[in-house]
């Protein structure tokens, strides 16, 4: 199986700003990607994120808004750029081991 | 696009069985995920069906058949614990996970 964690796991910031949320896997994943949920919602993916190269975004989702970097096989970060309250969700972070795809605990942003 | 479905509630009592359907049309196929997610946390994986058949891991099973685009998850001997969100998922030819909306479980005494 894989670990991951995320920081933060929660954060209220104010409309205009930026937030970057970490996540490590506890070992090397193939695949990470990056999902958001809003609330009483199902999971989205926002994008792929790729190892030295830039991330593959879903329709919906640009990279100026959530630019994400993965420099290793066990970490990465997604930013959620010129905040609004529409932007308030949990973000989750996956990586996907041996056919298996697991979540890290996710990140609780409410955006005021 | 994608199109998965699931009832969106369903109610048990304690010690009984509940069966989850999920159905799904999908532009590719790579695999079948159910996930278990409680208020506030994250999914939790809870079995993975990439061929027809019944995947069986203690009071959980999980039957999928491809030509009907058919899955459900069977939970057994209910327990309070298990009310909770029931994510089905499936699995894309690019590995990314298309999920349906989700079954909430509420288990009674």
């Known amino acids: 199986s894989a670990v991951i964690s995320q920081k933060p796991s929660r954060d209220i910031c104010q409309r205009g700003t930026s937030l970057t949320i970490q996540c490590q896997v506890d070992?090397?994943?193939?695949?990470m990607f990056w999902y958001r949920q809003q609330p009483g919602q199902s999971l989205t993916l926002i994008a792929t994120?790729?190892?030295?190269?830039?991330?593959?975004?879903e329709s919906g989702f640009v990279i100026d808004k959530f630019p994400i970097s993965r420099p290793n096989l066990t970490f990465s970060t997604l930013t959620v750029s010129n905040m609004s309250p529409e932007d308030s969700s949990i973000y989750l972070c996956?990586?996907?081991?041996?056919?298996?795809?697991?979540f890290g605990p996710g990140t609780r942003l409410l955006v005021l | 696009g994608q199109n998965i479905d699931q009832p969106t509630e369903m109610t048990a009592t304690e010690g009984a069985i509940v069966q989850i359907n999920c159905t799904y049309q999908t532009s590719g196929f790579n695999g079948l995920f159910w996930y278990q997610q409680h208020a506030g946390e994250a999914p939790t994986f809870l079995s993975y069906?990439?061929?027809?058949g019944l995947e069986e891991k203690g009071r959980f099973s999980s039957f999928l058949s491809r030509s009907k685009g058919y899955s459900y998850l069977l939970l057994k001997e209910l327990q309070m614990k298990d009310s909770a969100s029931y994510l089905c998922?499936?699995?894309?030819?690019?590995?990314?996970?298309?999920f349906g909306a989700g079954t909430t479980v509420t288990v009674r005494a």
């Open positions: 070992s090397q994943v193939t695949m």
């Open positions: 996956s990586g996907m081991k041996v056919e298996t795809q697991y």
């Open positions: 998922a499936v699995r894309l030819n690019d590995y990314k996970l298309s």
């Open positions: 069906n990439v061929l027809d």
């Open positions: 994120a790729n190892q030295g190269s830039e991330a593959t975004y």
